[in-house]
């Protein structure tokens, strides 16, 4: 299994920018793709992105693509979410995800580890 702890979310206005991490650890960390879903309020949990230990792959869910970036240090173990350009429409718990490695994130991180989640709410 792998542990994974959130930490970044805070309240920030519309159109900033913001960056979210997550520090993972575990033995078998370096086959996990890790990645981030959000959750808003009476909403249901949705994928958000995802990217592997090499850096060939990410993926992106149409709402934050050209607005978010994600990206895996390997020598810190830490997953980022850079978000640029937020909206109002952003705001929700995010969750630090992660899962075998996949074409699909969106569906095997579902079955995967998950953080406890952080608070990213945009102002107007």
């Known amino acids: 299994q792998v542990q994974l702890q959130e930490s970044g979310g805070r309240l920030v206005q519309a159109g900033g920018s913001l960056r979210l991490s997550c520090v993972a650890s575990g033995r078998t960390l370096r086959s996990y793709d890790l990645g981030w879903f959000r959750q808003a309020p009476g909403k249901e949990r949705e994928f958000v992105a995802a990217?592997?230990?090499?850096?060939?792959?990410?993926k992106y869910a149409d709402s934050v693509k050209g607005r978010f970036t994600v990206s895996l240090d390997y020598n810190k173990s830490t997953v980022f979410l850079q978000m640029d350009n937020l909206k109002l429409e952003d705001t929700a718990v995010y969750y630090c995800a992660g899962g075998p490695r996949s074409l699909r994130p969106e569906i095997t991180f579902k079955h995967g580890s998950w953080g406890q989640g952080t608070q990213v709410t945009v102002s107007s």
């Open positions: 990217g592997n230990w090499g850096g060939d792959f990410t």
